[in-house]
Structure formats: structure tokens, C-alpha cells
């Protein structure tokens, strides 16, 4: 079973960057796509990107493109998330599990991402 740890979130100012990390246990975490979320408080969580099992291809959402960057590392079972020029928008507890249709059954505790104007 697959336990996810997400780390690196904090309070910054608009125009700011911030990178995630997701930790993950087991060892399926190298053949699963992986993806990021958000959610805000009374809304449903939201796909930010993915990465395929290998790295090689990624997807945004429009929200994020150009200013996040999807990555990961399978030697050390961890995915990334670089976050440039951070917007109040971007605000949100920031989960990853494996990409949509193939989620780990649990998720971990988030990180919470609080962008100031």
C-alpha cells in the first residue's frame, strides 16, 4: 500500500515560488502517472498537472501553465513541484496521488500553499 507525504508549502507573496515535494512509500510508486491537486475550502478538488510513470510527459492545467513544473524522481519515490510566480489564486492544500482513474486508496495530509497579495 502506497503512502503519500506532501511537504514544502508555507505562506509567500504574489510573484513568489515555492517547490513541493511528495514522499511516497511502497513500490509501485515508479509505474504509476502521479498528479498534483488542489483544494480550496467548498470546492472539489482540482487536477493542477501530471507526469507519466517515466517522467517524459507532462499536463497542466491552463491555470498553472508556464508558471508550475512537474517532476519526479523514482530512485527516491518522490514528485516535485516547482511553483513560479505564485498568484493569490494559487491559494489551496496541494495533494498528489496517481493521476485520475488510478488513485492510491488513501490520500496524505496536503500541504497548505497561502499566497498573499
Known amino acids: 500500500q502506497v503512502q503519500l507525504v506532501e511537504s514544502g508549502g508555507g505562506l509567500v507573496q504574489a510573484g513568489d515560488s515555492l517547490r513541493l515535494s511528495c514522499a511516497a512509500s511502497?513500490?509501485?510508486?515508479?509505474?504509476?502517472?502521479m498528479g498534483w491537486y488542489r483544494q480550496t475550502p467548498g470546492k472539489q478538488r482540482e487536477l493542477v498537472a501530471t507526469?507519466?510513470?517515466?517522467?517524459?510527459?507532462?499536463n497542466y492545467a491552463n491555470s498553472v501553465k508556464g508558471r508550475f513544473t512537474i517532476s519526479r524522481d523514482n530512485a527516491k519515490k518522490t514528485m516535485y513541484l516547482q511553483m513560479d510566480s505564485l498568484k493569490p489564486e494559487d491559494t489551496a492544500v496541494y495533494y498528489c496521488n496517481a493521476a485520475p482513474g488510478s488513485y492510491f486508496g488513501s490520500w496524505g495530509q496536503g500541504t497548505q500553499v497561502t499566497v498573499s497579495s
Open positions: 511502497g513500490s509501485t510508486f515508479s509505474r504509476n502517472e
Open positions: 507526469i507519466t510513470s517515466g517522467g517524459d510527459s507532462t
